[in-house]
């Protein structure tokens, strides 16, 4: 027995899942993902991720810019679909959506609710110092990500581990644990536990001023920072070399051993926080490729000085 399913999702972060549903050989009546939109130096549109590898399967492809509308929420129930699995979608989902599919809607989210919940549950836990985080499959409601849990698969953090890394193993582990979910689904096996009333968190929106990396903060605050904001958009300070001020992007770090004065070059690529040090381990300079930080060090000037203020 296989299900109907309308998939909507967006960014890398559904493709295996989206990819899972279809080698399963449920029958994918659509995918709704955000319409393309100008991207890279051309400013050309680009299509998203989940929509290229719709194309790919020949399966039709939705773009609205909202589903609040009648018209679309007409052309949504006319699919009669079983259920609706919802990964990154970018859209809220009126009631009349959530209620269409025969068993509702979906959702993969990327934490463990009720903590993270919102747009960057990756980064915001990472970001925190979470020593675990994981992936939930619960049923949607009109709350932002309130819905009762499903299933959910947790996963240590690794101390060095960045946001890039993180996602990619949830987004495969969701994959594997949406496939469950549709599996019990389909037995009729699939129940429901409202989330916990306590240790509600909200993952807002990473906003660009987060990422000026502040020397004066513990060790450990900043190197969260790094490896919560690596590869996007990347933490960053500045120094001044040759008399020119430079923006310097740091991709991974590790703490070290050391004090000093917050912002202090240590040796090497070591630099002095509020409390212990950071050790730079990729980084990428204005207008060049990520490299290790060692050899990026050597293309610098010797009288190079970090920018504290």
């Not at 990472?126 to 959910?152: F, N, S, W």
Request: overall charge negative; glycine content about 10%.
């Amino acid at each position: 027995m296989t299900l109907k399913v309308i998939f909507m999702g967006t960014p890398d972060f559904a493709v295996p899942t989206f990819l899972e549903l279809v080698g399963q050989g449920h029958e994918v009546a659509a995918v709704y993902t955000q319409p393309p939109r100008p991207a890279g130096r051309g400013m050309a549109e680009r299509k998203s991720p989940i929509h290229l590898h719709a194309e790919r399967f020949g399966i039709p492809v939705r773009t609205p810019k909202s589903l609040k509308n009648e018209e679309a929420q007409a052309e949504f129930a006319a699919l009669e679909a079983d259920v609706a699995v919802v990964v990154a979608y970018g859209l809220i989902l009126p009631k009349p959506v959530l209620d269409a599919p025969k068993d509702g809607c979906l959702n993969l989210h990327g934490s463990l609710l009720p903590r993270w919940r919102g747009a960057a549950p990756i980064q915001r836990a990472v970001m925190a110092g979470d020593p675990e985080t994981g992936v939930m499959v619960m049923r949607m409601d009109e709350g932002l990500d309130t819905g009762p849990v499903c299933l959910a698969e947790k996963t240590p953090i690794g101390p060095d581990e960045t946001t890039g890394q993180l996602h990619d193993r949830l987004a495969r582990l969701g994959a594997d644990l949406m496939v469950r979910a549709l599996g019990a689904l389909e037995r009729g096996a699939l129940t429901a536990t409202p989330q916990a009333e306590e240790g509600i968190t909200y993952a807002s929106k990473i906003d660009k001023s987060e990422a000026k990396i502040d020397w004066s903060h513990p060790a450990g605050e900043v190197h969260n920072l790094i490896r919560g904001l690596s590869p996007f958009p990347g933490a960053w300070f500045e120094i001044e070399a040759g008399g020119k001020r430079e923006r310097v992007k740091v991709l991974r770090s590790e703490k070290a051993e050391g004090s000093g004065q917050p912002g202090e070059l240590l040796d090497g690529m070591t630099i002095a926080c509020g409390e212990g040090a950071v050790r730079l381990v990729e980084v990428q300079r204005a207008g060049k490729q990520a490299m290790d930080a060692n050899a990026a060090l050597r293309g610098l000037p010797a009288d190079f000085r970090i920018i504290v203020a």
